[in-house]
């Protein structure tokens, strides 16, 4: 039986994306346990449904997201999947801890400490340390992991020692992976990354990325990975429920609305808004691929299915006429192609 094929757009240096990516915080017990079986069966469950792009970090479980991700990868062929790691947040171990939860969102023993290190020793350690629990050689996308307050030194020695590692073949492509649009727009203007990662800036019901970002990213081109398309819920289900959260708090009362009106558009073409938040951020140019988090194969399962989902045009055109999404989320998508020499 032959395998699935999910639609791939490729990065200025080559490197191909599938649109899905397995986002692996979950892996790490992001807010709560994941078993080894749950994990490597959520890997399993998207290699068969065509994914070949899969996104870790450090950070995520303390190293134990990259753990299960090598485990559960071993054995395929390395050439036919994409993997990506971050550096910035240094894993410095604590034994003395070890005894404790860890405080950082994520169930696992407070065996490290996180330190944000964006030199260039610094980055090339963490790399090291990936590659270590990965068991892989090689990591194709190198992302400087939430560089906010870190500005100086992300943007020279944290790029820098990137770019180093780029022209050496150790990594095919590098970027930064932020939940802010403002700063990734920089880092595409000034430095010589070739991918971003913006989490939940561009989606149904937040445009940020619009008046920076994105253009930026075609001009240069750069490509745009779209994570937290939910919006931390808020896009999750075809209502929001009650509660609902946007952005890690609850979400405000006319954005709730705002759910409920593109709701109400899009049942009579049967589509959910948890198919728009999938879909929306690929029709922009910029974006090469979308990223969400999952834990289990059911989650996988119903992530392709999204993926996969043909959004009538009338639909996303009554929305853009009512305005209750973002006209620039609506282009055909022509992804980025060629190394900027600018």
């Given at each position: 039986?032959?395998?699935?094929?999910?639609?791939?757009?490729?990065?200025?240096?080559?490197?191909?994306?599938?649109?899905?990516?397995?986002?692996?915080?979950?892996?790490?017990?992001?807010?709560?346990?994941?078993?080894?079986?749950?994990?490597?069966?959520?890997?399993?469950?998207?290699?068969?449904a065509g994914v070949r792009y899969f996104d870790t970090a450090p950070h995520y479980g303390l190293g134990l997201s990259e753990r299960r991700l090598g485990a559960a990868l071993a054995g395929r062929?390395?050439?036919?999947?994409?993997?990506?790691?971050?550096?910035?947040?240094?894993?410095?171990?604590?034994?003395?801890?070890?005894?404790?939860p860890d405080d950082d969102g994520f169930a696992v023993p407070a065996a490290h400490r996180r330190e944000w290190d964006f030199s260039r020793d610094g980055v090339l350690r963490s790399l090291e340390g990936s590659l270590d629990r990965l068991g892989l050689d090689r990591v194709?996308?190198?992302?400087?992991?939430?560089?906010?307050?870190?500005?100086?030194q992300a943007s020279t020695s944290g790029v820098g020692a990137l770019v180093e590692l780029r022209d050496q073949g150790v990594v095919s492509a590098i970027g930064a992976g932020m939940n802010q649009s403002a700063m990734l727009a920089r880092f595409v203007r000034e430095t010589d990354?070739?991918?971003?990662m913006c989490a939940g800036r561009f989606t149904l019901v937040d445009a940020a990325a619009v008046a920076d970002l994105l253009p930026a990213a075609v001009e240069r081109g750069v490509s745009v990975v779209a994570a937290a398309v939910y919006n931390s819920g808020l896009l999750a289900n075809p209502r929001p429920r009650?509660?609902?959260?946007?952005?890690?708090?609850?979400a405000p009362g006319d954005l709730v609305a705002r759910v409920h009106r593109i709701a109400d558009v899009a049942e009579p073409y049967g589509v959910t808004v948890p198919d728009l938040a999938a879909r929306f951020a690929l029709r922009h140019p910029a974006v090469a691929s979308v990223v969400m988090g999952m834990r289990t194969a059911a989650h996988v399962t119903t992530s392709a299915e999204r993926i996969?989902?043909?959004?009538?045009?009338?639909?996303?055109?009554?929305?853009?006429?009512?305005?209750?999404?973002?006209?620039?989320?609506?282009?055909?998508?022509?992804?980025?192609?060629?190394?900027?020499?600018s």
């Open positions: 039986m032959p395998e699935p094929i999910m639609r791939e757009h490729p990065l200025r240096t080559g490197t191909r994306l599938t649109e899905l990516g397995l986002g692996a915080a979950q892996l790490g017990n992001l807010y709560r346990e994941t078993t080894d079986q749950e994990a490597r069966a959520a890997v399993d469950a998207a290699w068969d062929p390395r050439d036919e999947f994409v993997v990506s790691t971050k550096v910035g947040r240094a894993l410095v171990p604590t034994p003395e801890r070890a005894h404790l194709d996308v190198v992302y400087l992991h939430d560089p906010d307050a870190h500005w100086e990354v070739d991918v971003v009650p509660g609902a959260r946007f952005d890690y708090a609850e996969a989902r043909d959004v009538p045009e009338e639909l996303w055109a009554e929305l853009d006429r009512l305005g209750l999404v973002p006209a620039e989320g609506l282009a055909p998508h022509e992804p980025p192609t060629g190394r900027s020499t």
